[in-house]
């Protein structure tokens, strides 16, 4: 199990190395709480280390290979970014995936534009749920200062305590900042945060209800989302684009295309993430093509000039 958890810990930076912030937190976290256990399984966690390293040693080698412009970049930003983490719990920077003013596109433009502020009250509960960890975590401290096993919500701090420490530093150094997808794996620490405050709130009958009430606030704006993609058929934006459905039906209409025929598009996301329509061609069912037709000139263009629509199409030029 040792192994396996090692390994499991380490591989993820191969999946974005964004993730090397929980890695070096939680390597931290053990070594300061479960030295005992840590320095038993010292030999297995080496043994992990070199395995994934020797997975890895393709992946680190393109990585270095392809890097240019050595070194690092700091930038403030990149260092307050992580204490924006609250982002990932709220209905706050979603014009990050559907564009400017996406709420006028919404079927309530301005119920939706206010959920969205007051989702944003959540900012305060983990800068707030940061300082009760810092003080749980400095508590447990002076009161066992030798303890082993710590409690558990002093755990809980000092491992989300370090989680956004290590994102601060590894994104400050590295320059990183503004996208959301560099919380995917440090999210949780977040989330660990917030409830340090919200939690006594359940606990007393007057504020008990605010939880339910921003939930149910989260659920408005994803019903409004939800409909907005069905109803446009997706995004105009680089960072979310057609419908899967809708990519689908072009990757078909291209397969039936007769042979030789050429593709041009004036769409921005397929000039930026043309592999992903080269993925789903390959993935679509193989349509009979008609090999003694006159090979034609696709073009790929939204379906309207409305600024709102995501659908795309593919017509046969003259």
Same mark, same amino acid.
């Given at each position: 199990?040792?192994?396996?958890?090692?390994?499991?810990?380490? %591989?993820? =930076?191969?999946?974005?190395?964004?993730? *090397?912030?929980?890695? @070096?937190?939680?390597? +931290?976290?053990? /070594? #300061?709480? $479960?030295?005992?256990?840590?320095?038993?399984?010292?030999?297995?966690?080496?043994?992990?280390?070199?395995?994934?390293?020797?997975?890895?040693?393709?992946?680190?080698?393109?990585?270095?290979?392809?890097?240019?412009?050595?070194?690092?970049?700091?930038?403030?930003?990149?260092?307050?970014?992580?204490?924006?983490?609250?982002?990932?719990?709220?209905?706050?920077?979603?014009?990050?995936?559907?564009?400017?003013?996406?709420?006028?596109?919404?079927?309530?433009?301005?119920?939706?534009?206010?959920?969205?502020?007051?989702?944003?009250?959540?900012?305060?509960?983990?800068?707030?749920?940061?300082?009760?960890?810092?003080?749980?975590?400095?508590?447990?401290?002076? %009161?066992? =200062?030798?303890?082993?096993?710590?409690? *558990?919500?002093?755990? @809980?701090?000092?491992? +989300?305590?370090? /989680? #956004?420490? $290590?994102?601060?530093?590894?994104?400050?150094?590295?320059?990183?900042?503004?996208?959301?997808?560099?919380?995917?794996?440090?999210?949780?620490?977040?989330?660990?945060?917030?409830?340090?405050?919200?939690?006594?709130?359940?606990?007393?009958?007057?504020?008990?209800?605010?939880?339910?009430?921003?939930?149910?606030?989260?659920?408005?704006?994803?019903?409004?989302?939800?409909?907005?993609?069905?109803?446009?058929?997706?995004?105009?934006?680089?960072?979310?684009?057609?419908?899967?459905?809708?990519?689908?039906?072009?990757?078909?209409?291209?397969?039936?295309?007769?042979?030789?025929?050429?593709?041009?598009?004036?769409?921005?996301?397929?000039?930026?993430?043309?592999?992903?329509?080269?993925?789903?061609?390959?993935?679509?069912?193989?349509?009979?093509?008609?090999?003694?037709?006159?090979? #034609?000139?696709?073009?790929?263009?939204?379906?309207?000039?409305?600024?709102?629509?995501?659908?795309?199409?593919?017509?046969?030029?003259?």
């Amino acid at each position: 199990m040792v192994f396996v958890a090692v390994c499991a810990t380490l %591989l993820l =930076p191969l999946i974005h190395l964004m993730s *090397l912030a929980l890695v @070096l937190a939680l390597g +931290a976290h053990a /070594i #300061v709480f $479960a030295r005992p256990t840590f320095w038993r399984y010292r030999w297995t966690a080496l043994a992990s280390a070199i395995a994934v390293l020797a997975m890895a040693a393709p992946y680190l080698r393109i990585v270095a290979a392809t890097r240019t412009g050595g070194g690092f970049h700091p930038t403030w930003e990149g260092f307050g970014f992580p204490l924006l983490g609250a982002r990932w719990l709220s209905a706050s920077g979603l014009d990050y995936f559907f564009g400017e003013s996406w709420q006028a596109a919404t079927f309530a433009p301005a119920a939706v534009t206010l959920a969205g502020f007051v989702s944003c009250f959540i900012y305060a509960f983990v800068w707030a749920g940061m300082g009760l960890a810092i003080l749980s975590a400095w508590r447990a401290h002076r %009161l066992h =200062p030798s303890a082993d096993e710590p409690d *558990l919500r002093a755990r @809980l701090s000092w491992l +989300a305590l370090l /989680i #956004v420490a $290590a994102q601060c530093l590894l994104d400050g150094l590295a320059g990183a900042s503004g996208h959301p997808h560099y919380y995917n794996a440090t999210w949780m620490a977040f989330v660990m945060l917030a409830w340090l405050p919200l939690g006594s709130f359940l606990e007393r009958a007057r504020t008990k209800w605010i939880p339910g009430a921003y939930t149910s606030v989260l659920v408005f704006v994803l019903v409004a989302l939800i409909v907005r993609v069905r109803v446009w058929g997706g995004t105009r934006g680089d960072h979310y684009g057609p419908t899967l459905d809708n990519q689908l039906e072009v990757a078909e209409a291209i397969m039936t295309a007769p042979a030789g025929s050429k593709m041009s598009t004036n769409v921005p996301h397929y000039l930026q993430f043309g592999h992903g329509l080269e993925a789903l061609i390959r993935l679509a069912p193989r349509a009979a093509k008609d090999d003694g037709a006159t090979p #034609v000139r696709l073009l790929l263009h939204y379906a309207s000039e409305n600024p709102n629509e995501g659908r795309v199409e593919l017509r046969r030029m003259p």
